[in-house]
C-alpha cells in the first residue's frame, strides 16, 4: 500500500486554476521525484499535503487516513516533515535550538516540572538535546551547534533545515528542491543521506529541478505540467516518455538538463 | 430633531472621511500605518490659530496655514524616519512604533507651546449666519466645513484618477518595485504622498477646532483612534472606503449618541471596528486577500 | 537609619511605580516574544486593577486572594478575545487590541460600578515594597524557566517565522492564546498592585498612552532577554523625574527615545547577543595583548 495518495486533487487561487485531477501514490522506503518546469504547481502540491492550504477538490490520505480537516501541525505529528524551497530557519536561533524546536512534540514534561526543573523536565530535554545534536553531527553542522542560523552559508543552511525536519521523527519526508543553490560534492554528501533515510525505511518525496541528481537517486518519478500530471514511471521511463520531452523542449532552454 | 442629527453627522462624517483619506492613503501607497497622523490634525488646529490670533489674518490664510505646517511636518517625519526604515527594509510594525514616537514629541511640543488649556478662536472670525430650512438649523459654518471637506477630497481624487502623478502613485500602490523598473520616481511620491496627506490631516483638525470652537494639544488622539475605525471600516489602503467609512461612522456616532447613550458614542464606533476586524479584517468593502502560504 | 527614612519617604512611590512597571514591561515582553504586538495590555492591567480594587472594597477579601483574583480576570477575558482576536497578524492584530483597549476604557468610564470617571477611591494602601519585589522576582524567575523550555522555544520559533514553526509539529494558535493570556497574567497582577498602592485608580491611567508607555519600555531595553525590559522600565521611570526642569517638554523626551531606538537601536539597550560579542572582542584582545 501506498504511503501517501493524492487522488483527482484540483487547486484554484479564485480563477487560476493550478492543479487539475492530480493522482500521485508515494510508496514507503522508497524516493519519489515530482519534477516539472517552473510555475507547474509542484511546490503548490506540498502545500496541500502539509495542510497549509486545502485542495479545491479531491481529497488526500496518509497511511490510509484521510487529512481532510486535519490541522497543519498535526499532519506534522502523524509522520509528514518538510523543507522549503525558499529556506525558512529561525535565524536569531542557534542551530540545536533549531533542531530541538523539531523536538517539540516529542519532549513532553509538564509545567510544573518545567519551572522547577525537576528531574522529568531536565531528562526529557537532555534526550532531547542529545537527538538533535546527532542529527547535526549527521549532517556535518555539529561543530556549530551553539551559532545562530543566520551565520550559515546557504547550503548550511539547506542541510540544516535536512536536520531540522528529520527531528519530527517523520516517516515521510518532503523535500523542495533539496540541492537547489548546493555545489557538487554537497550535492554528493545529501545524496547519500537521503539514500540512507530510505534504507531506514523513511519514504522520501521531493522535488527537484536537477535532472542528473533526480535519475541518479529515484526510484519512481512523476511530470507535472501545467497542473497536471502527464506522466509517472520509473526514471527511464521518464528519460525517454515523448510527453516528458515535449513539455521540456517546449521550454527551449530547459531541454538540456535532461541527460 | 432627526434632520438636525443627520446635519451634525454630515458634518462630522465629512471631517472623519478628510482625515481617514490622509491616513489610508499613506497605507495603499507606504504601507504605513502611521500613527502621527493626529498629531497632523492637531498641529493644523494650532497654525491656523497661530495664524488668525497673532498674525490677525483672515480665516482663508488660517487654512492655507494648517496645511502647509502639517504638511510640512508629515514630510519631515518621512524623510527622517520613515525614508531610513524604508532602505533597510523593516517590518511593517516598526515605522508604526516610530510614529507613536513622533506624535510623544509632537503633542509635547503642542504642550509646551500653547499650554494644556482649550484654546479658541476668536468669536468675530467666525461665520455666525444659520440658515433656516423648515426645522433644520444649519449654521454657515458648517456648510463651509463640509463644502473644504468635500471640495478637498473630490481633487484628490481626480488628481489620483487623471494625473501622471496619480497614476504613477496607483503603480506604486500596486507593487513600488514595478513602480521603479518602471521609471517612477518612487521616493519623490513617498514624500509627496506624506506631504499630501498630513496637509489633509492638517485642514480636518482646523474644520473639527472651529467646529467646536476647542483646539488642544490633545485633540489628535480620539480623531487617530476614530480614523483607525474608519480605514478599517473601509478596508486598509482603500480610498473610496475611507470616504464611505468616514460618513458611516459620522452618522453612527451621533445618532447612537442621540438615541442610545451620550457617551456609548464612542464605544458604538470602536465595537463596530473590533467586530469587523474579526469577521472581515480587509474591510466592509474591501477584497478579502487569500493569506499566502 | 534616619537618612534612609528620608530617602525612603521621598522616593517609595517612584520604587513602587519602577516595580510595577518592570512588571508590565515583562508582561509585553511575554506576548512579544511569541510575535504578538498587543496594544492591549493597559486595558489587562486596567481590568486588574479595578477587579482587585472593587473585591477589596466591598467584599473585603484578603489580599493575597484578591491579587489572585487580579491576575485571572483579565486572563479569562484574554482566553475569550483571544481565540478570534489572535487570527489577525501584525498591524491588524495592534489595531483589533487597540479597539479592545477603548473599548475597555469606555465601559469602565461609563459603569456604574467602576464609578465612571472619577474612578474608585479609598482604596486600602495594601501593597507593600516586599510585594512587588517578590511577585516581580517569581515573574522573572518563571518567564526566565519559561524562555529554556519548548513553550519559549515554541514562542520564539513563532516569533521567527510562523509557517516553518507550523510545520515543526507546534500549534501555533494554542501558543499565542497562551502567550497572551499570560502576559494578561503578568498586567492584571501589576495593576492589582498598583491599585493598592495609590490610594485611587481612574480609566485614565489605562489607555492608548500607557499602552504606549508599556511599549516604549519593553523596546528600549529590548526584547532579547529579560534583562532589557526591566532595564527599559527602570530608565522610563526615573528619566522624567530626572528631567523635571523640561516641564511640559519632558514627555517629547520619550517619544524622542522611542524613535532614536527605532532608528539606530533596533534590538534595544539590552542586546545579548550583541553583549556576548562585544565580551568576545574584549577577551580576545586582552589574550592577545599579555
Ligand atoms: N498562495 C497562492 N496564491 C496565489 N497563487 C499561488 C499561490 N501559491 C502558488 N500560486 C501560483 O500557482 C502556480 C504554481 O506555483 P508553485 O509554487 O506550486 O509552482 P512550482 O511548480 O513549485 O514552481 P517552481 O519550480 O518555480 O518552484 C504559480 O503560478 C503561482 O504563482
Ligand atoms: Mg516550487
Given at each position: 500500500?501506498?504511503?501517501?495518495?493524492?487522488?483527482?486533487?484540483?487547486?484554484?487561487?479564485?480563477?487560476?486554476?493550478v492543479?487539475?485531477?492530480?493522482?500521485?501514490?508515494v510508496?514507503?522506503?522508497a524516493?519519489?521525484?515530482?519534477?516539472?518546469?517552473?510555475?507547474?504547481?509542484?511546490?503548490?502540491?506540498?502545500?496541500?499535503?502539509?495542510?497549509?492550504?486545502?485542495?479545491?477538490?479531491?481529497?488526500?490520505?496518509?497511511?490510509?487516513?484521510?487529512?481532510?480537516?486535519?490541522?497543519?501541525?498535526?499532519?506534522?505529528?502523524?509522520?509528514?516533515?518538510?523543507?522549503?524551497?525558499?529556506?525558512?530557519?529561525?535565524?536569531?536561533?542557534?542551530?540545536?535550538?533549531?533542531v530541538?524546536v523539531?523536538?517539540?512534540?516529542?519532549?513532553?514534561?509538564?509545567?510544573?516540572?518545567?519551572?522547577?526543573?525537576?528531574?522529568?523536565?531536565?531528562?526529557?530535554?537532555?534526550?532531547?538535546?542529545?537527538?538533535?545534536?546527532?542529527?547535526?553531527?549527521?549532517?556535518?553542522?555539529?561543530?556549530?551547534?551553539?551559532?545562530?542560523?543566520?551565520?550559515?552559508?546557504?547550503?548550511?543552511?539547506?542541510?540544516?533545515?535536512?536536520?531540522?525536519?528529520?527531528?519530527?521523527?517523520?516517516?515521510?519526508?518532503?523535500?523542495?528542491?533539496?540541492?537547489?543553490?548546493m555545489?557538487?560534492?554537497?550535492?554528493?554528501?545529501l545524496?547519500?543521506?537521503?539514500?540512507?533515510?530510505?534504507d531506514?525505511?523513511?519514504?522520501?518525496?521531493?522535488?527537484?529541478?536537477?535532472?542528473?541528481?533526480?535519475?541518479?537517486?529515484?526510484?519512481?518519478?512523476?511530470?507535472?505540467?501545467?497542473?497536471?500530471?502527464?506522466?509517472?514511471?520509473?526514471?527511464?521511463?521518464?528519460?525517454?516518455?515523448?510527453?516528458?520531452?515535449?513539455?521540456?523542449?517546449?521550454?527551449?532552454?530547459e531541454?538540456?538538463?535532461?541527460? | 430633531?432627526?434632520?438636525?442629527?443627520?446635519?451634525?453627522?454630515?458634518?462630522?462624517?465629512?471631517?472623519?472621511?478628510?482625515?481617514?483619506?490622509?491616513?489610508?492613503?499613506?497605507?495603499?501607497?507606504?504601507?504605513?500605518i502611521?500613527?502621527?497622523?493626529?498629531?497632523?490634525?492637531?498641529?493644523?488646529?494650532?497654525?491656523?490659530?497661530?495664524?488668525?490670533?497673532?498674525?490677525?489674518a483672515?480665516?482663508?490664510?488660517?487654512?492655507?496655514a494648517a496645511?502647509?505646517?502639517?504638511?510640512?511636518?508629515?514630510?519631515?517625519?518621512?524623510a527622517?524616519?520613515?525614508?531610513?526604515?524604508?532602505?533597510?527594509?523593516?517590518?511593517?510594525?516598526?515605522?508604526?512604533?516610530?510614529?507613536?514616537?513622533?506624535?510623544?514629541?509632537?503633542?509635547?511640543?503642542?504642550q509646551?507651546?500653547?499650554?494644556?488649556?482649550?484654546?479658541?478662536?476668536?468669536?468675530?472670525?467666525?461665520?455666525?449666519?444659520?440658515?433656516?430650512?423648515?426645522?433644520?438649523?444649519?449654521?454657515?459654518?458648517?456648510?463651509?466645513?463640509?463644502?473644504?471637506?468635500?471640495?478637498?477630497?473630490?481633487?484628490?481624487?481626480?488628481?489620483?484618477?487623471?494625473?501622471r502623478?496619480?497614476?504613477?502613485?496607483?503603480?506604486?500602490?500596486?507593487?513600488?518595485?514595478?513602480?521603479?523598473?518602471?521609471?517612477?520616481?518612487?521616493?519623490?511620491?513617498?514624500?509627496?504622498?506624506?506631504?499630501?496627506?498630513?496637509?489633509?490631516?492638517?485642514?480636518?483638525?482646523?474644520?473639527?477646532?472651529?467646529?467646536?470652537n476647542?483646539?488642544?494639544?490633545?485633540?489628535?488622539?480620539?480623531?487617530?483612534?476614530?480614523?483607525?475605525?474608519?480605514?478599517?471600516?473601509?478596508?486598509?489602503?482603500?480610498?473610496?472606503?475611507?470616504?464611505?467609512?468616514?460618513?458611516?461612522?459620522?452618522?453612527?456616532?451621533?445618532?447612537?449618541?442621540?438615541?442610545?447613550?451620550s457617551?456609548?458614542?464612542?464605544?458604538?464606533?470602536?465595537?463596530?471596528?473590533?467586530?469587523?476586524?474579526?469577521?472581515?479584517?480587509?474591510?466592509?468593502?474591501?477584497?478579502?486577500?487569500?493569506?499566502?502560504? | 537609619?534616619?537618612?534612609?527614612?528620608?530617602?525612603?519617604?521621598?522616593?517609595?512611590?517612584?520604587?513602587?511605580?519602577?516595580?510595577?512597571?518592570?512588571?508590565?514591561?515583562?508582561?509585553?515582553?511575554?506576548?512579544?516574544?511569541?510575535?504578538?504586538?498587543?496594544?492591549?495590555?493597559?486595558?489587562?492591567?486596567g481590568?486588574?486593577?479595578?477587579?482587585?480594587?472593587?473585591?477589596?472594597?466591598?467584599?473585603?477579601?484578603?489580599?493575597?486572594?484578591?491579587?489572585?483574583?487580579?491576575?485571572?480576570?483579565?486572563?479569562?477575558?484574554?482566553?475569550?478575545?483571544?481565540?478570534?482576536?489572535?487570527?489577525?497578524?501584525?498591524?491588524?492584530?495592534?489595531?483589533?487590541?487597540l479597539?479592545?483597549?477603548?473599548?475597555?476604557?469606555?465601559l469602565?468610564?461609563?459603569?456604574?460600578?467602576?464609578?465612571?470617571?472619577?474612578?474608585?477611591?479609598?482604596?486600602?494602601?495594601?501593597?507593600?515594597w516586599?510585594?512587588?519585589?517578590?511577585?516581580?522576582?517569581?515573574?522573572?524567575?518563571?518567564?526566565a524557566r519559561?524562555?529554556?523550555?519548548?513553550?519559549?522555544?515554541?514562542?520564539?520559533?513563532?516569533?521567527?517565522?510562523?509557517?516553518?514553526?507550523?510545520?515543526?509539529?507546534?500549534d501555533?494558535?494554542?501558543?499565542?492564546?497562551?502567550?497572551?493570556?499570560?502576559?494578561?497574567?503578568?498586567?492584571?497582577?501589576?495593576?492589582?498592585?498598583?491599585?493598592?498602592?495609590?490610594?485611587?485608580?481612574?480609566?485614565?491611567?489605562?489607555?492608548?498612552?500607557?499602552?504606549?508607555?508599556?511599549?516604549?519600555?519593553?523596546?528600549?531595553?529590548?526584547?532579547s532577554?529579560?534583562?532589557?525590559?526591566?532595564?527599559?522600565?527602570t530608565?522610563?521611570?526615573?528619566l522624567?523625574?530626572?528631567?523635571?526642569?523640561?516641564?511640559?517638554?519632558?514627555?517629547?523626551?520619550?517619544?524622542?527615545?522611542?524613535?532614536?531606538?527605532?532608528?539606530?537601536?533596533?534590538?534595544g539597550?539590552?542586546?545579548?547577543?550583541?553583549?556576548?560579542?562585544?565580551?568576545?572582542?574584549?577577551r580576545?584582545?586582552?589574550?592577545?595583548?599579555?
Amino acid at each position: 500500500m501506498s504511503m501517501l495518495s493524492i487522488r483527482g486533487v484540483g487547486k484554484h487561487f479564485g480563477g487560476l486554476q493550478v492543479l487539475q485531477d492530480v493522482n500521485i501514490e508515494v510508496p514507503g522506503g522508497a524516493i519519489f521525484a515530482l519534477i516539472g518546469p517552473n510555475g507547474a504547481g509542484k511546490t503548490t502540491v506540498f502545500n496541500l499535503v502539509t495542510g497549509l492550504l486545502r485542495p479545491s477538490s479531491g481529497s488526500i490520505a496518509f497511511q490510509g487516513q484521510d487529512l481532510a480537516g486535519i490541522a497543519p501541525h498535526k499532519i506534522t505529528r502523524l509522520g509528514i516533515a518538510r523543507t522549503f524551497q525558499n529556506i525558512r530557519l529561525f535565524p536569531d536561533m542557534t542551530l540545536l535550538q533549531n533542531v530541538m524546536v523539531g523536538r517539540h512534540h516529542l519532549t513532553s514534561y509538564s509545567g510544573l516540572a518545567a519551572l522547577f526543573a525537576l528531574p522529568s523536565f531536565r531528562e526529557a530535554e537532555r534526550r532531547s538535546r542529545e537527538r538533535a545534536l546527532e542529527l547535526l553531527s549527521w549532517v556535518k553542522l555539529d561543530h556549530k551547534a551553539e551559532a545562530t542560523a543566520d551565520n550559515l552559508s546557504y547550503g548550511e543552511q539547506r542541510k540544516l533545515e535536512f536536520a531540522r525536519a528529520l527531528a519530527t521523527e517523520p516517516k515521510l519526508l518532503l523535500l523542495d528542491e533539496p540541492v537547489a543553490g548546493m555545489n557538487s560534492s554537497e550535492k554528493a554528501v545529501l545524496m547519500e543521506e537521503i539514500r540512507n533515510i530510505r534504507d531506514r525505511g523513511y519514504g522520501v518525496f521531493l522535488i527537484e529541478h536537477d535532472m542528473r541528481f533526480v535519475m541518479n537517486l529515484c526510484d519512481r518519478v512523476a511530470v507535472l505540467n501545467f497542473g497536471r500530471i502527464i506522466a509517472e514511471g520509473a526514471p527511464e521511463e521518464i528519460r525517454n516518455s515523448p510527453e516528458v520531452i515535449e513539455a521540456y523542449l517546449g521550454r527551449g532552454d530547459e531541454a538540456e538538463v535532461l541527460p | 430633531m432627526l434632520e438636525q442629527q443627520l446635519v451634525n453627522a454630515l458634518t462630522l462624517g465629512s471631517v472623519y472621511a478628510l482625515f481617514s483619506l490622509g491616513f489610508t492613503l499613506v497605507f495603499g501607497v507606504l504601507e504605513v500605518i502611521n500613527l502621527s497622523h493626529g498629531a497632523m490634525f492637531m498641529a493644523g488646529s494650532f497654525a491656523a490659530l497661530t495664524v488668525v490670533t497673532r498674525l490677525k489674518a483672515p480665516l482663508a490664510v488660517g487654512i492655507l496655514a494648517a496645511m502647509l505646517v502639517s504638511g510640512l511636518l508629515g514630510l519631515a517625519i518621512d524623510a527622517l524616519i520613515l525614508k531610513r526604515l524604508r532602505a533597510r527594509h523593516a517590518p511593517h510594525l516598526i515605522p508604526m512604533i516610530a510614529t507613536i514616537g513622533a506624535t510623544t514629541v509632537l503633542t509635547s511640543a503642542a504642550q509646551g507651546l500653547f499650554g494644556v488649556e482649550v484654546q479658541r478662536f476668536p468669536d468675530e472670525l467666525l461665520p455666525t449666519r444659520e440658515f433656516i430650512f423648515g426645522s433644520v438649523h444649519v449654521r454657515a459654518l458648517e456648510l463651509a466645513i463640509v463644502g473644504i471637506a468635500f471640495l478637498l477630497m473630490t481633487t484628490l481624487f481626480l488628481v489620483l484618477r487623471h494625473t501622471r502623478q496619480g497614476r504613477a502613485l496607483r503603480a506604486i500602490a500596486e507593487s513600488p518595485k514595478a513602480a521603479a523598473l518602471l521609471g517612477i520616481n518612487v521616493e519623490g511620491l513617498f514624500l509627496a504622498t506624506s506631504f499630501t496627506a498630513a496637509a489633509l490631516g492638517g485642514v480636518a483638525g482646523l474644520l473639527i477646532g472651529l467646529n467646536f470652537n476647542s483646539v488642544t494639544p490633545l485633540m489628535g488622539q480620539p480623531i487617530l483612534h476614530k480614523g483607525i475605525a474608519v480605514v478599517i471600516l473601509g478596508g486598509m489602503g482603500d480610498i473610496r472606503g475611507a470616504l464611505f467609512g468616514g460618513l458611516f461612522l459620522g452618522f453612527a456616532e451621533v445618532l447612537s449618541k442621540a438615541y442610545l447613550s451620550s457617551q456609548m458614542g464612542d464605544a458604538v464606533a470602536f465595537g463596530l471596528l473590533f467586530l469587523i476586524l474579526l469577521v472581515r479584517p480587509a474591510g466592509l468593502f474591501g477584497r478579502v486577500l487569500e493569506r499566502k502560504a | 537609619m534616619e537618612a534612609f527614612a528620608d530617602f525612603w519617604a521621598t522616593y517609595s512611590t517612584l520604587i513602587f511605580t519602577v516595580g510595577i512597571h518592570a512588571l508590565l514591561a515583562l508582561s509585553l515582553w511575554l506576548t512579544l516574544s511569541c510575535g504578538l504586538l498587543s496594544l492591549a495590555n493597559a486595558a489587562f492591567m486596567g481590568i486588574g486593577a479595578y477587579t482587585a480594587a472593587l473585591l477589596t472594597l466591598h467584599l473585603h477579601w484578603p489580599f493575597p486572594m484578591v491579587l489572585a483574583a487580579g491576575a485571572l480576570a483579565p486572563a479569562a477575558v484574554a482566553l475569550v478575545i483571544g481565540a478570534p482576536t489572535l487570527r489577525l497578524s501584525g498591524v491588524y492584530l495592534a489595531m483589533a487590541t487597540l479597539a479592545f483597549g477603548e473599548v475597555t476604557r469606555i465601559l469602565v468610564l461609563n459603569l456604574e460600578i467602576t464609578g465612571g470617571p472619577e474612578g474608585l477611591n479609598g482604596i486600602p494602601l495594601l501593597t507593600t515594597w516586599w510585594h512587588i519585589l517578590l511577585i516581580l522576582a517569581a515573574a522573572g524567575y518563571a518567564l526566565a524557566r519559561l524562555r529554556r523550555s519548548r513553550m519559549g522555544r515554541a514562542f520564539e520559533a513563532i516569533r521567527e517565522d510562523e509557517v516553518a514553526a507550523r510545520m515543526m509539529g507546534i500549534d501555533v494558535e494554542g501558543h499565542k492564546l497562551a502567550a497572551f493570556t499570560l502576559g494578561a497574567v503578568l498586567a492584571g497582577l501589576a495593576g492589582a498592585l498598583n491599585a493598592h498602592s495609590t490610594f485611587f485608580i481612574s480609566p485614565r491611567e489605562y489607555g492608548f498612552e500607557n499602552a504606549v508607555d508599556i511599549l516604549t519600555m519593553t523596546i528600549l531595553g529590548g526584547i532579547s532577554s529579560l534583562i532589557g525590559p526591566v532595564l527599559g522600565a527602570t530608565i522610563l521611570t526615573l528619566l522624567p523625574e530626572l528631567l523635571r526642569f523640561l516641564h511640559a517638554y519632558r514627555l517629547a523626551v520619550n517619544g524622542l527615545i522611542l524613535i532614536g531606538v527605532v532608528l539606530f537601536l533596533p534590538t534595544g539597550l539590552w542586546d545579548s547577543r550583541r553583549l556576548r560579542q562585544l565580551a568576545g572582542a574584549w577577551r580576545t584582545r586582552r589574550e592577545g595583548k599579555p
